[in-house]
């Protein structure tokens, strides 16, 4: 199947609402006048994304600031064609994939709300997902958040403009780089030790200027550059948090980023970007719980009346469920409880060794 149109026609944010909630394999192709990109869709996964002269533009970001040497990141890249394993490729080479995953990351999101913005181009979707010729990078991310990100970085868009509002402002270091950091921060700021245009900056880096932009915004939010000319920039505590609580998400701590998420919704309700990573965070536990439970396993209770006691009233209830014959699916659509904790109850009684899973034949 192949769909192609405009995305004047069908927004963006929308279309990738429709890929991600049909759980979609194959290659999305976005046209526009900065030019083309494509996304390989993997049931909901974005696992890659190419784009012409992405590779060389990785192995330059990573060589600026001395992380690596762009022969070994293209190197590790040729490494993809003889070995399908991202990680041992670049692991042979001595570059750390995630850096060059983060790369990826980055370019998306900076194309996603380039796109978003403009309200122009056109799409094309197949369900071919062949990569074999393409110029791609890994990004290993969920639809979700790539469109929450992208959307986020949307709604911020307006205070990033207005403290950074022209490339002839000069971007200065007041720290140095630390591995502690986000990577464009290290690359940044690395390139910045002496006082750097901001137009420059981002023709060296070869990167979209709302990428640049942001990340400046964000180091001179947290005092780490000066930019002379630029407004006062206030913390925004909220956007602190939010990232705080994706970098949890992205280690798969969703108990954590869901305290986050609470402790954001009771201080600020109204907040867009919170309730967009609330609901993030909720899809993406349950789409990882799911994929230690599939819908299909039948769940069987080994009865152990000592260990029962030691569970809350209402997991008790849940495992009262359990038949032996009804599958994961069927015990969360019966579950007077939310399928999020459904599915973590399930998952308990697993770790605790009081449920064995069946698996269809």
Known sequence: MAIHGDLFSYPLPEFLQWLDSSRKTGT????????????????????????????????????????????????????????????????????????????GREELFAAMTDLTIAGQGTFHWTEDADRTGEDWV????????????????????????????????????????????????????????????????????????????????????????????????????????????????????????????????????????VREFARLVQREHVAALYADLPPLVVPRLIQSPQTMVMLKPEERQIAGLISGTWDVSTLVLASPARELETLKTLAKLHRMGLLELAYPR
């Open 138 to 273: 890994p990004s290993d991310m969920s639809i979700r958040e790539l469109l929450f990100e992208s959307l986020r970085w949307v709604d911020e868009q307006g205070d990033v403009d207005k403290a950074l509002p022209i490339d002839a402002l000069s971007v200065k270091a007041l720290a140095p780089p630390s591995p502690s950091q986000p990577l464009m921060h290290r690359i940044i700021l690395a390139l910045t030790t002496t006082p750097q245009n901001l137009g420059r900056l981002r023709l060296s880096m070869g990167v979209s200027r709302s990428s640049v932009t942001r990340r400046v915004h964000e180091l001179l939010r947290a005092k780490l550059v000066e930019v002379d000319g630029a407004p006062q920039v206030e913390a925004d505590p909220v956007a602190e948090m939010l990232e705080k609580g994706a970098v949890l998400m992205r280690e798969g701590q969703y108990d954590a980023a869901g305290i986050v998420c609470a402790s954001l919704l009771a201080s600020d309700p109204a907040d867009r970007r």
């Open 28 to 103: 999305l192709q976005l046209s526009w006048e900065a030019g083309e990109r494509k996304l390989f869709l993997l049931s909901g996964q974005v696992g890659a994304t190419a784009s012409e002269g992405l590779r060389g533009r990785v192995a330059r970001l990573l060589s600026l600031p001395k992380l690596a040497t762009g022969t070994r990141v293209l190197a590790a890249f040729d490494e993809l064609a003889r070995t399908p394993d991202v990680d041992a490729a670049f692991d042979a080479h001595g570059v750390q994939a995630r850096w060059v995953r983060d790369l």
